[in-house]
C-alpha cells in the first residue's frame, strides 16, 4: 500500500444532506463593511498562506497565490505595526446601534487584535495568532521541533497550493523561493532572540536540529517539496521539475544550512530548563500565552487544580469500566497502562499496521457519518482527506491533527496521522481520536463557519477549536458509538482525561518549574499514557507555552453552557438545536461564546 495516497471521504449521501447554511447578515453598513473588508486584506496580505488554505488565491487576491509571510525581522514589524494601527480603529468603532450579529462580529475581530497586540509586546518568537493556518500555536521560539517554516511549508504547499495550470506551477516555483527566503529570515530572528537569552531547551534544540539535518541530507530530487510539483505538473509540459530541483538546490538547502548554523551557535548555551519561565519575561509570557489560549482569565494556579480535580473526576468514571472487563487492581493510570499493552487492541508492525489504521479510520468515519443527523439540525458536506503526516517531521509532530478545508468546496479538510510506527496507536484510542480530528470534530465544525464574513472564517480561538474537538468526543459517545464496545469509551475518558493532565503538566512545566521527565512522568503514572507519545506531547507544550490548556477549558465551557441551557429551557431543550447554536455562532472566546448561547436559550423560549 501507498501510504502517501489521500482517501478522499466525501460522500454523495453527505452532500445531498446539507441542509442550505444561514447567510450572515451584510446590512451593518458601509463603515462595518469596509472595516470587515480592511480586516480581511490585512490577515491575506500579512499571511498569503491563508488564502490558499481558504481557496480564496484568485480574482482579488490572485497575487497571494505566488507568495509567502515575511518571516524577516523587517517583515514581522511590518505586521505588528499594521496590527496595532487596526486596532485603534477598531477601539473606536461604537457597537451599540448595531444589529447583533454585527457588533458580534466586531467583538470578536477586536479580541484578536488586542490580544494579537500583547503578543507583539514580546520581542522574540513567533506570534501566529493572526495567521489561520498556524494560529493555534504562538510560540517564544522562531524556529522549533513543530514551529518554522521547515515544518510548515512543504506540507502547506503539498495540500493547500493548488496545481491545475502552468499559472499554478510557476507561482509554486514561486513560493519556493519565498521559502528560502523565510528560512534566512527566521535564522536572523533566531540570532537576534539568542542575543537576548531566548534559547531553545538543550533537548528540543537537539531534536530540531536532528530534524533540519535529517532534511537537508536527503537528496534534494526526493524532497516532498520537489516531488510534489513534479508529479502535479508532470502533464503541464515544460520543465517544472528541473526548475524545483534547481532552486531547492541553490537556495533552499543553503538557507537550510544557515539555519542549522544559525541554531548551532547557540547550542552550547542552551540549558535544560523545559518552561518558559527559564526565559527572559518568562513568566509574563505564560500569563499571556494562557489568556491567549483559554481565551480566559484564569490564572495559572487556577488552571493547574482544575486539572487536579478533572483527572479525578474522570477516573472515577474510568475505574467501574475497567473493573467490568477484568483490569480490577491499582490506580487507573496503571490499569490504563496495562490495557494499552493489551495485544487484542493493537496494530501490526510496519506497513501492514499502517494500513489497517488507514482503513480502521475509513470504517470509523463512515459509520460516525450516518449518525449526524441525530446530533445536528444543520449539516455540512464533511469533506474530508486523510493523510500520513510527512515522515520528516514525524518525530516532532503529534500524534494527529486536522482542519476544514476550503471555503470554495474545491478542497478538502485534511486529518493528518502520524504513522511513524504503529504502535503509537490503539484501536481504542484511534476511534475517538478520528472524532476529535475530524467529524464531528475539527472539520466538521470548521466548514461551519465558511457563511460566516470572510475575516470571521480566516479567524480562530484555540480554547473554541479544541474545546469542540472534545465536545465532539462527547457528541459521538452520547450517539451511541461505544454501547458494543466499553473499552472503546474507556479510550474517550481517557481522552479527556489526557486533556485534564495537560491542564497540570502545562502550568508545573512553566509556572511550577516542573522538569522535562515530571512532565512525562505525570502523564504516564496518571493516565497510563504512552511514554513514546507523551515525550513529544511535552516537548510540544514546552516549545507552545499554554496551548495544550485551550482544550479542557474550552470543553469545559461548552458543557457549562450547555447544562445553563438545559436548565434554561427544560422541556424545549432539544440537543440538536443547542450543537447548531454553537457551531453557527462561529468561532468565537469564551466569553462570547456565553453570549451566542445566552441568545440561543431567548429565542428557544419564544
Request: glycine letters at 8%; hydrophobic letters at 40%.
Amino acid at each position: 500500500m501507498n501510504m502517501s495516497r489521500r482517501t478522499l471521504l466525501q460522500t454523495t449521501a453527505a452532500t445531498a444532506a446539507m441542509s442550505v447554511l444561514p447567510a450572515c447578515s451584510k446590512g451593518g453598513g458601509d463603515e462595518e463593511t469596509n472595516l470587515l473588508d480592511d480586516v480581511t486584506d490585512l490577515l491575506l496580505n500579512s499571511y498569503p498562506e491563508t488564502a490558499s488554505s481558504a481557496g480564496i488565491d484568485n480574482g482579488k487576491y490572485s497575487a497571494l497565490k505566488s507568495q509567502l509571510s515575511d518571516q524577516s525581522p523587517e517583515g514581522q514589524a511590518a505586521i505588528e505595526s499594521n496590527v496595532r494601527d487596526m486596532l485603534a480603529r477598531l477601539k473606536k468603532v461604537d457597537t451599540s446601534n448595531m444589529e447583533a450579529g454585527e457588533a458580534l462580529n466586531v467583538d470578536v475581530i477586536r479580541t484578536v487584535f488586542e490580544t494579537a497586540a500583547e503578543g507583539f509586546d514580546f520581542p522574540n518568537g513567533d506570534m501566529a495568532l493572526l495567521n489561520s493556518n498556524w494560529s493555534y500555536r504562538p510560540s517564544p521560539y522562531v524556529v522549533a521541533q513543530n514551529t518554522g517554516a521547515f515544518v510548515d511549508i512543504p506540507s502547506f504547499l503539498d495540500s493547500a497550493h493548488q496545481i491545475e495550470t502552468s499559472e499554478d506551477a510557476d507561482a509554486y516555483l514561486a513560493r519556493m523561493e519565498a521559502y528560502a527566503g523565510q528560512l534566512d529570515g527566521e535564522s536572523e530572528r533566531i540570532t537576534a532572540d539568542g542575543a537576548r537569552g531566548v534559547i531553545l531547551p538543550d533537548f528540543l534544540m537537539a531534536k530540531t536540529l536532528g530534524q533540519l539535518r535529517t532534511g537537508r541530507a536527503a537528496p534534494v530530487e526526493n524532497w516532498g517539496i520537489v516531488t510534489s510539483l513534479a508529479t502535479r505538473a508532470a502533464d503541464l509540459g515544460g520543465d517544472y521539475s528541473d526548475q524545483a530541483r534547481a532552486i531547492a538546490e541553490d537556495k533552499i538547502a543553503p538557507a537550510m544550512e544557515r539555519q542549522i548554523a544559525a541554531l548551532e551557535a547557540l547550542e552550547a548555551q542552551a540549558t535544560d530548563s523545559a518552561g518558559v519561565w527559564a526565559q527572559p519575561d518568562g513568566e509574563a509570557y505564560y500569563t499571556w500565552a494562557l489568556k491567549a489560549a483559554t481565551t480566559t482569565t484564569m490564572t495559572p494556579d487556577e488552571v493547574h487544580q482544575m486539572g487536579l480535580d478533572e483527572l479525578a473526576s474522570l477516573h472515577a468514571q474510568m475505574d467501574p469500566i475497567l473493573k467490568s472487563i477484568g483490569y480490577e487492581d491499582g490506580p487507573v493510570g496503571a490499569r490504563m497502562a496495562a490495557l494499552y499493552d493489551d495485544p487484542r487492541y493493537q496494530f501490526a508492525d510496519g506497513d501492514e499496521g499502517r494500513a489497517q489504521i488507514m482503513a480502521f479510520i475509513d470504517e470509523k468515519l463512515e459509520e460516525i457519518r450516518g449518525l449526524m443527523p441525530q446530533a445536528f439540525e444543520t449539516l455540512v458536506p464533511g469533506f474530508l482527506e486523510v493523510t500520513r503526516i510527512s515522515p520528516d517531521v514525524e518525530d516532532g509532530a503529534p500524534g494527529a491533527y486536522g482542519g476544514a478545508g476550503s471555503i470554495d468546496g474545491t478542497q478538502p479538510g485534511h486529518f493528518w496521522i502520524n504513522l511513524r510506527t504503529p504502535d503509537l496507536h490503539r484501536t481504542f484510542t484511534l476511534q475517538d481520536l478520528t472524532y476529535h480530528e475530524a467529524i464531528p470534530g475539527h472539520v466538521w465544525q470548521g466548514e461551519y463557519t465558511f457563511k460566516q464574513p470572510l475575516v470571521r472564517s480566516l479567524l480562530a480561538f484555540n480554547a473554541y477549536s479544541e474545546g469542540w474537538a472534545l465536545y465532539a468526543e462527547r457528541i459521538a459517545d452520547e450517539l451511541g458509538v461505544y454501547d458494543d464496545f466499553p473499552v472503546g469509551r474507556l479510550g474517550y475518558l481517557q481522552s479527556l482525561a489526557f486533556r485534564a493532565c495537560r491542564l497540570v503538566v502545562d502550568t508545573g512545566l512553566h509556572a511550577k518549574r516542573w522538569t522535562r521527565q515530571q512532565g512525562i512522568d505525570f502523564f504516564v503514572v496518571n493516565n497510563g499514557s504512552n511514554p513514546d507519545e507523551v515525550q513529544s506531547e511535552v516537548d510540544r507544550y514546552c516549545a507552545w507555552p499554554g496551548q495544550a490548556c485551550g482544550y479542557k477549558v474550552g470543553h469545559s465551557a461548552i458543557v457549562a453552557l450547555r447544562e445553563k441551557a438545559k436548565a434554561a429551557l427544560g422541556d424545549k431543550f432539544d440537543f440538536r438545536r443547542f450543537n447548531d447554536a454553537v457551531v453557527l455562532g462561529g468561532n468565537v472566546p469564551m466569553t462570547v461564546l456565553e453570549r451566542v448561547i445566552d441568545d440561543y436559550i431567548e429565542r428557544e423560549r419564544g
